[in-house]
């Protein structure tokens, strides 16, 4: 049997995740899920890409908000309700109505980044919307939710010549029980309460790239360099993990079978 192994949420975006038992489902993510992200004095959004100090900081969640905290820095409690006024911000394309932290929260991220950043909060569930696959999404950077096969982990680990985490990945959905890249070849899926449709393979980055024991972007280049052996799609990107949009809303939980409920011919995959 397939089953959803683990749930990752990401509250704020290139930051630590948290692992849930449960979670709601909504057309834009996962409840929680990448509802926040940093931006910079031109009100364009900052990534683990260019700062991945970021991934070390680990976020809590507490009644109303959050706690993110980080060795040698201490920590920052952030509260939902103490966000101001109205700001456009910019993510890849789109222009997304968000609302800003008080000055002291952007204040211990910029001290924390040596860098002058704002911590914004989407104004609206629906604040953005991406004509290109026709739904809401969060602050995630194009597809509401993210899977990834256990096995696929497995494969990828056995020709690379150091291991990946799944963390480097930032998914939402593990799935355990399924075959290597299975998942290429799922069409539409059920977990919980919800139906799924897997729209396009995820193309990979240099984020994946991530050291998680010193937070710096390794040397070796792995996972990208092994994933250039036996995942790249014709246009010569790195494709690993598939995105998912959801066909209604509901809850999933940790355990919850995953039904396939009908399949498609996969990609063909070669070199890079």
Not at 53 to 76: A, T
Not at 114 to 131: G, S
Not at 232 to 239: F, K, S
């Amino acid at each position: 049997m397939i089953t959803l192994s683990q749930i990752n949420i990401f509250p704020i975006k290139s930051m630590a995740g948290i692992s849930v038992e449960q979670a709601t489902v909504t057309e834009a993510g996962l409840v929680g899920d990448r509802r926040l992200m940093l931006i910079n004095d031109k009100g364009k959004f900052v990534t683990a890409r260019q700062h991945p100090r970021l991934l070390k900081l680990q976020c809590e969640m507490i009644d109303g908000g959050l706690k993110v905290s980080v060795e040698q820095h201490g920590s920052q409690v952030i509260l939902f309700n103490q966000f101001a006024h109205g700001e456009p911000v910019s993510i890849w394309r789109d222009l997304v109505e968000s609302r800003i932290a008080p000055d002291e929260v952007n204040q211990w991220f910029s001290h924390y980044l040596n860098l002058e950043v704002k911590l914004c909060l989407l104004a609206t569930e629906e604040a953005r919307y991406r004509d290109k696959i026709d739904t809401h999404v969060s602050f995630a950077d194009g597809y509401p939710f993210l899977l990834i096969g256990e096995q696929s982990l497995q494969e990828l680990n056995q020709r690379a010549t150091e291991p990946t985490t799944m963390t480097q990945f930032r998914t939402n959905f593990v799935i355990s029980g399924s075959n290597p890249f299975a998942e290429d070849t799922w069409l539409r899926i059920k977990i919980g309460e919800v139906e799924f449709e897997l729209s396009k393979p995820c193309e990979r980055c240099v984020m994946t790239t991530v050291d998680p024991d010193s937070f710096t972007i390794k040397a070796t280049r792995e996972p990208l360099k092994t994933l250039a052996t036996f995942r790249a799609n014709q246009q010569g990107r790195l494709m690993f993990g598939e995105n998912l949009i959801a066909k209604n809303y509901g809850v999933i939980s940790k355990g919850d079978e995953v039904i396939i409920l009908s399949t498609k011919l996969p990609i063909k995959y070669g070199t890079k």
